[in-house]
């Protein structure tokens, strides 16, 4: 079992910049890759950014490629995603997962093994 818990979220002005963090209790935190998806309001969940377990590989929605980074500490049992240059689109209730998935991330219909409970981020224009 592992569960998941979001942090960081906000109100934040446009062009601005947050942390999101993702603490993750059980032991094989790290055996696991870790995500983050975000849901708007009145629109579905959708993929933002994924870390392989050993952290070497990343993926990232064309949305946010370019101003969103993804890392994880394994030694933390924690995922973060640092935001940048935000966009009131942006705003969205952002959910962290983790997942044995290798690749794929993001495909339609896929069920994600652990989901957070989700941090709010909203971007003021």
């Known amino acids: 079992q592992v569960q998941l818990l979001e942090s960081g979220g906000g109100l934040v002005q446009a062009g601005g910049s947050r942390r999101l963090s993702c603490a993750a209790s059980?032991?094989?935190?790290?055996?696991?890759?870790m995500g983050w998806f975000r849901q708007a309001p009145g629109k579905e969940r959708e993929f933002v950014a994924a870390i392989s377990w050993t952290g070497s590989n990343t993926y990232y929605a064309d949305s946010v490629k370019g101003r969103f980074t993804i890392s994880r500490d394994n030694a933390k049992n924690t995922v973060y995603l640092q935001l940048n240059s935000l966009k009131p689109e942006d705003t969205a209730v952002y959910y962290c997962?983790?997942?044995?998935?290798?690749?794929?991330?993001?495909?339609?219909?896929?069920?994600?093994?652990?989901w957070g409970q989700g941090t709010q981020v909203t971007v003021s224009s």
């Open positions: 059980g032991r094989t935190f790290s055996s696991y890759s």
């Open positions: 997962t983790a997942d044995k998935l290798v690749t794929g991330w993001g495909t339609p219909g896929y069920e994600y093994d652990y």
